[in-house]
């Protein structure tokens, strides 16, 4: 059963069209702007307990819609378009776990999926008539006692109309640790969902995820047309791996990348400003049309051409990478890679929770299996 499920995944890169047929009877929307809304993370670490910790998140949430509207009326003012879309940083609302148990921060600071926390975010994009990209650490009823980092979409409806759990961390538990019964709940457009909006079609990228290729482009071939990338990351004048990867991947998937740092993490031992600056927005040419410097701001802003993008996907050349992509190839390469393997955290039918050095132990046993065959 579990291969059947992993020969599903790798055929996904066989068979998906690169982009569906849906897809290019759209109609292309008014011109609109996005905003990598530069905010600096809150953590909850020393909340004393659950509600406390709730009030502090509800209370920046409302904070996050004051600057958002301010920051929305200044770009119009500026000469930009309308803003429709925006998107936040990473684990904004608390920060990352550090070194607190799995279970107690799952309890202590992971939303709910129906929580107070998304219908407050639902208030802002209806009333501000946008829609929200953020990023947070959510609860699954199906797997108790584990969190997901969740990068999430709500619409001007108020509604959450993307909800995709990151894939690759080095840290904290993922779908891929459960694969099996997180497929057998959700499939694969739980895996790899993609939102079809009037504004296009938009997928989440997490954090250091942008660095791996596979999964900018396992959305891509289901129609992803704009990269919601939250993340907490450091910023440089120099290009880092996250700021060259995100180039590579708007212009390899002819996509948009639309990328939140946060402005430093509040409330930790950690310098303010470790994780801060270079939001930036990113065509599909992987050209960067805007980009901020240090502290909070909105300054990376730039509007979205839509009908562009979809008419180069559709134009034959050599620079529609999309559309030249043999992905038949490459099935059985990945089919058989001895990579880290899916369900370590399934004992039977039984989901179990990690300490938190699991994932490094996972990792050095990986790098030895590798090693031993020669192909590392």
């Known amino acids: 059963m ?25 109609t292309d929307p008014k011109a609109y702007a996005a905003v990598a ?12 307990d659950r509600a406390a910790a709730r009030a502090q998140m509800l209370k920046m949430i409302e904070e996050v819609g004051v600057k958002l509207r301010s920051s929305a009326i200044f770009i119009q003012q500026y000469g930009g378009s309308p803003v429709k879309l925006a998107v936040l940083p990473e684990y904004l609302l608390t920060s990352y776990p550090g070194r607190i148990s799995i279970a107690e921060f799952a309890a202590k600071a992971a939303l709910e999926v129906d929580g107070p926390e998304y219908d407050a975010f639902g208030k802002i994009a209806a009333a501000q008539k946008l829609f929200i990209a953020g990023n947070a650490y959510e609860v699954d009823k199906h797997f108790p006692g584990l969190y997901f980092q969740t990068s999430f979409v709500v619409s001007p409806s108020g509604e959450v109309v993307l909800r995709y759990r990151r894939l690759n961390s080095m840290f904290a538990p993922t779908p891929h640790d459960v694969l ?17 909006t ?17 999964i900018a482009r396992a959305h891509a071939l289901r129609g992803a047309e704009i990269f919601l990338h939250s ?21 390899e998937n002819l996509a948009y990348v639309i990328s ?19 939001s930036m927005v990113v065509d599909w040419k992987g050209n960067v049309l805007a980009e901020s410097n240090a502290g909070e701001t909105f300054t990376a802003f730039a509007d979205i051409d839509l009908a562009g993008l979809r008419a180069a996907r559709r134009k034959p050349g050599m620079t529609n990478y999309l559309a030249r992509q043999r992905t038949a190839l490459f099935a059985a390469a990945y089919g058989a890679a001895k990579g880290q393997a899916a ?26 299996r590798l090693a031993k065959d020669g192909l590392i």
């Open 37 to 48: 809304l530069q905010l600096a993370a809150r953590s909850v670490e020393r909340a004393p």
């Open 180 to 196: 099996s019964k997180y497929l057998d709940i959700y499939g694969l457009d739980g895996v790899f969902p993609v939102a079809r």
């Open 2 to 26: 579990i291969i059947e499920r992993r020969q599903a995944l790798a055929g996904l890169i066989a068979t998906s069209l690169p982009w569906p047929l849906e897809a290019a009877r759209l």
């Open 343 to 368: 369900d370590g955290l399934i004992d039977g039918n039984q989901v179990r929770i990690p300490d938190r050095d699991y994932f490094l132990r996972v990792q050095e046993q990986t790098i030895e």
């Open 231 to 251: 993340s907490s990351e450091i910023g440089s004048p120099t290009d880092t791996h996250k700021a060259i990867a995100k180039r590579a991947r708007a212009f």
């Open 260 to 278: 939140a740092n946060t402005a430093g993490i509040e409330g930790t031992t950690m310098p303010l400003a470790s994780a801060d600056g270079n």
């Open 198 to 214: 009037e504004i296009g079609n938009l997928a989440a990228i997490a954090s250091e995820e942008i660095v791996y290729p596979e």
